[in-house]
């Protein structure tokens, strides 16, 4: 990292070039496109084009009944698709008024932190890959399969869950899901101290990402950042604390903030988070209520008129779906307020004066999913 | 005076073209090129557990100029179509498509009346080889996707089918 007053100050566009990255490059983790003005390594200014996916969610939810819209959610951020479920469910039910019974809620966390394991972990090994480093992906695609073994037998899917319904869930668990989701408990821990040995206190790795794209908590305010990039700027905002939803108020957890803002406290944050989330499952486990995993819910939703909102914390941070309804069977609109669309907005400011590779180290840490962003 | 060895074990006499297509079938290289969910399952067919090494299709190439196969994974709008033809055009021939999941079948859930960003078909680009469905379908599907590849090029089959169980 060079300080700003050192960026060879030449922008006239005669000594500067464009290189066009994306939208088929492996660093962008799918199709986003960065148009990055150079001068020789340095970035001058990096302009992100979006939309090389857009695929009219919101339009959808307008075209459709609340209970046909729900498989979308499933497709906006797929690495994190219990909570999106959970945000458009919980926003309906906030709306109608249905109560959700007790045992419902517990599954719904127990769920959704398991796949907020699986999605970090795909990040892990995506971003490592960017580094340069292949094994990781393998050990984190280990672990992650057992995940999926566990959410394909109670949800039906491995990757594009639909698994929770307005008023409860779809099935209820069994013991089999249970014994496994203990047995995975005990098995995933030894690998988090094994990843910590084996990656994060490795020394290239370190030098590497310490001091690399720093983003201040100030930055992070002005644009929306949320989730793992606020926290690794030193602030402890976290949806399931600040707006607590559904029985995450009944878990004893810590939000881990890491103060350095650089690459690597957003790296420790979210390694930081698989061990809490682990932490959460294990209470939710030992004091499942029993009972019913269904309320009662009428047969055709219409909601009364309104406008309703309802947060979650996603993997990549604060989920919002904001829906109006004009006591029709069809939303009257649906309006997804994404994490990483907020959390990709910082990125023009942040790698200004960066080298090149630095600045893919940026993306990287900032855990894009491009769905999620063009919606 | 008899023979040493008996060739016949060691030297096998073949067509050209059935000798390359052999060869090509046993080690396609895909393109790197996610587009969506699918190309999650993409990664996971790479993983450890379901090792698509095992068929020789595991080198992923970030570069089309070195890919035998493009694997289309995800939903293509028409934003993202010129660059998706370009990529294919920039590949060499002999080359493949294989489009995996509903959405480059036929744009899949985002098909409704009025759409006005989503492309039905990713055939409607440049011909498909292989269609795998499912949303998104299992890394075993993109495994027989790339087996039913390997049938066209060699025309016969050199892995045995799974029979589901009764």
Same mark, same amino acid.
């Given at each position: 990292?060079?300080?700003?007053?050192?960026?060879p100050?030449?922008t006239?566009?005669?000594?500067?070039?464009?290189?066009?990255?994306?939208?088929?490059?492996?660093?962008?983790?799918?199709?986003?496109?960065?148009?990055?003005?150079?001068?020789?390594e340095y970035?001058?200014?990096?302009?992100?084009?979006?939309?090389?996916?857009?695929?009219?969610?919101e339009?959808?939810?307008?075209?459709?009944?609340?209970?046909?819209?729900?498989?979308?959610?499933?497709?906006?951020?797929?690495?994190?698709?219990?909570?999106?479920?959970?945000?458009?469910v919980?926003?309906?039910?906030?709306?109608?008024?249905?109560?959700?019974?007790?045992?419902?809620?517990?599954?719904?966390v127990?769920?959704?932190?398991?796949n907020r394991?699986?999605?970090?972990?795909?990040?892990?090994?995506?971003?490592?890959?960017?580094?340069?480093?292949?094994?990781?992906?393998?050990?984190?695609?280990?672990?992650?399969?057992?995940?999926?073994?566990?959410?394909?037998?109670?949800t039906?899917?491995?990757?594009?869950?639909?698994?929770?319904?307005?008023?409860?869930?779809c099935?209820?668990?069994?013991d089999?899901?249970?014994?496994?989701t203990?047995?995975?408990?005990?098995q995933?821990?030894?690998r988090?101290?094994?990843?910590?040995?084996?990656?994060?206190?490795?020394i290239?790795?370190?030098?590497?990402?310490?001091?690399?794209?720093?983003?201040?908590?100030?930055?992070?305010?002005?644009?929306?950042?949320?989730?793992?990039?606020?926290?690794?700027?030193?602030?402890?905002y976290?949806?399931?604390?600040?707006?607590?939803?559904?029985?995450?108020?009944?878990?004893?957890?810590?939000i881990?903030v890491?103060?350095?803002?650089?690459?690597?406290?957003?790296?420790l944050?979210?390694?930081?988070?698989?061990?809490?989330?682990?932490?959460?499952?294990?209470?939710?486990l030992?004091?499942?209520?029993?009972?019913?995993?269904?309320?009662?819910?009428?047969?055709?939703?219409?909601?009364?008129?309104?406008?309703?909102?309802?947060?979650?914390?996603?993997?990549?941070?604060?989920?919002?779906?904001?829906?109006?309804?004009?006591?029709?069977?069809?939303?009257?609109?649906v309006?997804?307020?994404?994490?990483?669309?907020?959390?990709?907005?910082?990125?023009?400011?942040?790698?200004?004066?960066?080298?090149?590779p630095?600045?893919?180290?940026?993306?990287g840490?900032?855990?894009l999913?491009i769905?999620?962003?063009?919606? | 005076?008899?023979?040493?060895?008996?060739?016949?074990?060691?030297?096998?006499?073949?067509?050209?073209?059935?000798?390359?297509?052999?060869?090509?079938?046993?080690?396609l290289?895909?393109?790197?090129?996610?587009?969506?969910?699918? $190309?999650?399952?993409?990664? =996971?067919?790479? /993983?450890?557990? &379901?090792?698509?090494?095992?068929?020789? %299709?595991? *080198?992923?190439?970030?570069?089309?100029?070195?890919?035998?196969?493009?694997?289309?994974?995800?939903?293509?709008?028409?934003?993202?179509?010129?660059?998706?033809?370009?990529?294919?055009?920039?590949?060499?021939e002999?080359?493949?498509?294989? $489009?995996?999941?509903?959405? =480059?079948?036929? /744009?899949?859930? &985002?098909?409704?009346?009025g759409?006005? %960003?989503v *492309?039905?078909?990713?055939?409607?680009?440049?011909?498909?080889?292989?269609?795998i469905?499912?949303?998104?379908?299992?890394?075993?599907?993109?495994?027989?996707?790339?087996?039913?590849?390997?049938?066209?090029?060699t025309?016969?089959?050199?892995?045995?089918?799974?029979?589901?169980?009764?």
């Amino acid at each position: 990292m060079i300080a700003s007053n050192d960026i060879p100050s030449r922008t006239n566009p005669q000594e500067t070039f464009v290189l066009n990255l994306g939208p088929q490059h492996p660093a962008t983790h799918g199709v986003l496109r960065i148009k990055m003005t150079m001068n020789g390594e340095y970035v001058i200014r990096a302009e992100p084009v979006i939309g090389y996916i857009h695929r009219m969610h919101e339009k959808m939810g307008e075209n459709r009944t609340w209970a046909q819209f729900l498989p979308n959610t499933g497709r906006i951020d797929y690495l994190s698709a219990l909570h999106y479920n959970h945000a458009f469910v919980g926003a309906v039910e906030r709306a109608a008024q249905i109560e959700v019974p007790r045992r419902a809620e517990y599954i719904r966390v127990i769920t959704s932190e398991l796949n907020r394991i699986s999605s970090h972990l795909v990040w892990w090994s995506a971003f490592l890959l960017d580094l340069g480093g292949l094994t990781p992906l393998l050990y984190a695609f280990d672990d992650r399969e057992k995940i999926l073994d566990l959410l394909e037998g109670v949800t039906g899917s491995r990757l594009t869950y639909c698994y929770f319904r307005f008023g409860g869930l779809c099935n209820d668990i069994d013991d089999e899901f249970i014994q496994g989701t203990r047995t995975f408990i005990a098995q995933m821990r030894p690998r988090l101290k094994m990843y910590r040995e084996l990656v994060t206190d490795n020394i290239i790795l370190r030098k590497r990402l310490e001091g690399i794209g720093p983003i201040s908590a100030e930055m992070c305010r002005k644009y929306g950042a949320t989730g793992p990039v606020i926290r690794g700027s030193g602030v402890a905002y976290d949806v399931r604390k600040s707006e607590p939803y559904s029985v995450y108020p009944e878990f004893a957890f810590e939000i881990p903030v890491f103060p350095e803002s650089d690459s690597m406290a957003r790296y420790l944050v979210r390694m930081e988070e698989m061990a809490q989330s682990l932490r959460i499952i294990e209470q939710a486990l030992g004091k499942l209520p029993p009972g019913p995993v269904m309320g009662k819910v009428p047969r055709v939703l219409k909601l009364p008129p309104g406008d309703y909102c309802y947060a979650v914390e996603a993997a990549r941070g604060r989920f919002l779906v904001r829906t109006v309804s004009d006591h029709k069977e069809f939303p009257y609109r649906v309006k997804l307020r994404t994490p990483s669309f907020s959390n990709l907005s910082l990125y023009e400011e942040a790698c200004k004066g960066m080298m090149l590779p630095d600045a893919l180290a940026l993306l990287g840490s900032l855990d894009l999913v491009i769905p999620d962003i063009d919606r | 005076m008899e023979a040493l060895v008996d060739t016949s074990q060691i030297v096998k006499f073949a067509k050209l073209d059935d000798l390359l297509a052999l060869s090509r079938a046993n080690s396609l290289w895909p393109l790197t090129f996610g587009l969506a969910c699918c $190309a999650i399952e993409m990664m =996971a067919a790479g /993983g450890p557990r &379901f090792d698509i090494s095992r068929f020789g %299709a595991e *080198v992923f190439r970030p570069s089309p100029r070195q890919a035998d196969v493009m694997i289309v994974a995800g939903t293509v709008n028409k934003k993202i179509a010129p660059a998706v033809r370009t990529l294919y055009d920039q590949m060499l021939e002999p080359k493949w498509v294989i $489009a995996m999941g509903n959405c =480059a079948i036929s /744009g899949g859930p &985002f098909v409704f009346p009025g759409q006005y %960003a989503v *492309v039905e078909g990713v055939d409607q680009l440049f011909p498909v080889d292989v269609y795998i469905p499912g949303c998104p379908p299992r890394p075993e599907a993109l495994i027989e996707g790339i087996l039913a590849l390997e049938q066209k090029l060699t025309g016969k089959r050199r892995w045995p089918v799974v029979k589901p169980p009764q």
